[in-house]
């Protein structure tokens, strides 16, 4: 007979997640104006957990953006647990290949941010 402690939750994810540390931004409202960066803890096919402030307040719908692998997913929240939030994803969309014109400043965050794809030395309306 085992004597280790049972867990206080059943396990309910289809797939096992990847412990992940990867900058994220949750995006929401009206043409995605309202955001907050947050940390992506864990991933898997069908969703992910984030830690965000849990001063943040989370829709129950909204938008992931991993940074690092040019990804938005339009997700539901499933949970909410101090700064963790557990998610589903609802679509996947690759940003260098982005057509839907809702999903238009998730690609521009992703760009501003990115080194190497931000405006350049020379640039119309740089300093410098």
């Known amino acids: 007979m085992s004597s280790r402690p049972m867990p206080h939750h059943s396990e309910r994810r ?3 997640r990847l412990p992940a540390s990867a900058p994220g931004r949750v ?22 957990k984030i830690e965000l402030s849990h001063f943040y307040r989370l829709p129950p719908r909204f938008v992931l953006l991993h940074f690092h692998e040019a990804v938005a997913f339009e997700v539901v929240l499933k949970w909410r647990r101090g700064d963790l939030a557990g998610m589903a994803f609802e679509h996947r969309h690759r940003l260098d290949t982005l057509t839907d014109p809702g999903l238009a400043p998730v690609a521009e965050a992703w760009r501003a941010l990115q080194p190497g794809l931000g405006p350049r030395s020379g640039d119309p309306g740089m300093i410098g």
């Open 14 to 16: 289809v797939e096992p």
């Open 27 to 48: 995006m929401h409202g009206e043409r995605l104006a309202l955001w907050a960066d947050c940390l992506i803890k864990d991933l898997s096919a069908s969703g992910a």
